[in-house]
């Protein structure tokens, strides 16, 4: 639960009494972030500040609050194995990536029935997830690597190399344009960890989620080497929460800030399954209802975790907005354009560029095929649709319509050839 949220992002990112079980059996995610601010202070500096910018457009802007466009996250999967049990199966992989699509919509089984306390809370974050078609060269891809490595297990101490070639790793792709999970061996007790969006600023090659083979996904290795509690693959879900700028519910400090609004304070992390109230009217001020132990920002186990709140979805989508936009016109899902289409879409131009809300949209004039136009802000919404043929010159004056600010257009032919072009309207 939110409160002076500029004092607490120091204290939140100050990570100086963690629970030792918690972090050694869970997630790394902020021990690691603690780090890499000790070798980097900028870092520091720069997520107190995305996080000032992060509150100010969660509280003032309208379209964070409703329903909007669904935005699909491509993702690729670099497999590091040195035994063969680690070098988990495609299926595997798939059963992580249906986790994820049923998690993050509000499709999971497991959700809270509709009597209970929390389900008014429960949302749909609008997220989906598929496997790579198009790599960073614009070639076909399945959306997974596998890499066979002299590594015999990793230490989250140690995870850059993790996310590096040269040290036996694998190097993330254009993290700007792909979610990059990694599916490895790790030493420790630990899950998985992942980095914040405002990471990309100082390591971009750092970027992505790491998950430890015996609890991806909720087949093969899963739920095995005494992780049975984890077979559900919401290490997965917590990571991405995570990678999405989503805080551990009990902020990391005892009764700390997640900075949401709707999530209940907690004293610290769960474990297990607890029952439903847990820790009614703690320390830190809950009602009758206690700790939202069943969100997938705590630590209890997979089977008893089900939902993300309406303050977590805003959360999620001001990232997508902010430091994770580039995954707004990602081609990454797009299966790649053959020869011909990729010559029309170097013939479509849109001019002039930054402009005033009228521009020009010039499409190949070799294409007759009837298309349609859509505007897009960053949020995902349509500003502005037009159906015409692709010989033609359109001029598009939203001069009253459109805020300054980012959007896009989307050009679809109705043969799965989407091409994106970005525009920038200055007033």
């Known amino acids: 639960m939110k409160k002076n949220f500029l004092l607490l992002i120091c204290i939140g990112l100050s990570i100086v009494s963690f629970d030792g079980k918690a972090q050694g059996t869970k997630c790394a995610t902020m021990n690691i972030l603690e780090r890499r601010m000790l070798q980097d202070p900028s870092l520091r500096q720069h997520m107190e500040e995305s996080e000032t910018q992060t509150q100010k457009l969660i ?4 379209y ?3 329903t909007a466009q669904v935005i699909t996250i491509p993702v690729v999967v670099h497999v590091i194995w040195n035994d063969p049990i680690q070098n988990v199966s495609d299926e595997q992989i798939q059963s992580q990536l249906d986790v994820l699509n049923q998690d993050f919509r509000f499709l999971n089984a497991d959700t809270l029935n509709s009597s209970h306390p929390f ?15 198009r790599d960073p060269n614009g070639e076909p891809t399945t959306g997974i690597t596998r890499t066979q490595t ?11 190399n993790i996310k590096s070639t040269a040290n036996g790793g694998k190097d993330n792709w254009n993290p700007t344009q792909y979610l990059n999970m990694y599916v490895v061996k790790l030493d420790s007790l ?51 929460g995570h990678w ?39 320390k830190c001020g809950t009602g009758n209802n206690g700790e939202m132990y069943m969100n997938y920002m705590d630590y209890v186990d997979d089977k008893c975790m089900n939902m993300f709140t309406i303050g977590q979805s805003e959360r999620m989508t001001a990232a997508l907005t902010g430091p994770r936009s580039g995954l707004l016109t990602s081609q990454g899902c797009q299966t790649p354009l053959s020869v011909e289409h990729n010559d029309i879409a170097n013939d479509i131009n849109v001019y002039p560029n930054p402009n005033n809300g009228l521009f020009t949209i010039h499409m190949s004039e070799a294409s007759s095929k009837d298309v349609t136009i859509k505007v897009q802000n960053v949020f995902g919404n349509v500003v502005k649709e037009i159906s015409t043929n692709s010989n033609a010159r359109i001029q598009v004056n939203a001069v009253n319509e459109f805020q300054p600010g980012t959007y896009f257009i989307r050009i679809d032919s109705g043969d799965n050839s989407i091409i994106t072009k970005k525009i920038l309207i200055n007033k």
Do not use: M
């Open 64 to 66: 964070l609050k409703r």
């Open 150 to 160: 002299s590594v015999v297990g990793w230490d989250p101490n140690d995870a850059d």
């Open 244 to 282: 999405l700028n989503l805080r551990h519910i009990w902020g990391d400090d005892e009764c700390g800030d997640d900075f949401v609004s709707d999530t209940e304070k907690a004293e610290a992390a769960n474990y297990d399954c607890p029952t439903f109230p847990h820790k009614a009217s703690n």
């Open 190 to 240: 630990t899950l998985g960890f992942a980095t914040f969006p405002e990471e990309l600023t100082t390591s971009p090659n750092l970027d992505g989620v790491v998950i430890r083979y015996e609890v991806f996904g909720t087949k093969g290795t899963a739920g095995t080497g005494n992780f049975e509690s984890n077979t559900g693959g919401r290490t997965g879900t917590h990571e991405v």
């Open 59 to 62: 509280s003032t802007n309208p």
């Open 119 to 133: 389900r008014g809370q429960a949302a749909d974050s609008r997220i989906e997830f598929c496997l790579a078609t």
